[in-house]
Every structure is written in structure tokens, then in C-alpha cells.
């Protein structure tokens, strides 16, 4: 089986709140539909209320929390 080059190739999707940034690497052939994923995950949050939870909490990897928030939207929007 071979595979195209074009699989092969990842981007970086990149994901702020507050000080928190976190990258994650999306193949290509996806990458426009993760980019949109991210904006409305970005607008459907209150960046002042995360970056105060996160603040807030005792947690040691916000890193961790926000990807956790973003994967947790991306599977509620899966699922409409």
C-alpha cells in the first residue's frame, strides 16, 4: 500500500486562552475544518471566564484543561 506524500503532512493548530497556548498537530487534508473547529470553539467561550477558571484553579496543566475543553467541544459538535 502506498501512501501519498500528502498524508504524511501535518500543521500546527494552535489554541490561546489567556497565557495558555497549546499546539496540536492536525494532518493537512483536514486542517481547514480543524481551523474553523478552533473559531467557534473560540467564540462560543468566554475567554475572560476560562482564563479566570484556569487562574483560578489548582491546576497544575492548563495546557491539559484547555485541550480537554476543546476536545469535549469538538465531540458535542460531532455529535448534532
Known amino acids: 500500500m502506498t501512501t501519498s506524500p500528502q498524508s504524511n503532512v501535518t500543521r500546527p493548530l494552535t489554541l490561546k486562552q489567556g497565557t495558555t497556548e497549546v499546539s496540536i498537530l ?43 475543553r476543546f476536545l469535549k467541544f469538538a465531540t458535542d459538535k460531532s455529535e448534532q
Open 26 to 68: 492536525v494532518p493537512s487534508d483536514v486542517w481547514v475544518a480543524a481551523e474553523q473547529l478552533r473559531e467557534e470553539f473560540l467564540i462560543s467561550v468566554n475567554a475572560t471566564s476560562v482564563a479566570e477558571e484556569v487562574a483560578a484553579s489548582d491546576d497544575q496543566a492548563p495546557e491539559m484543561d484547555l485541550v480537554a
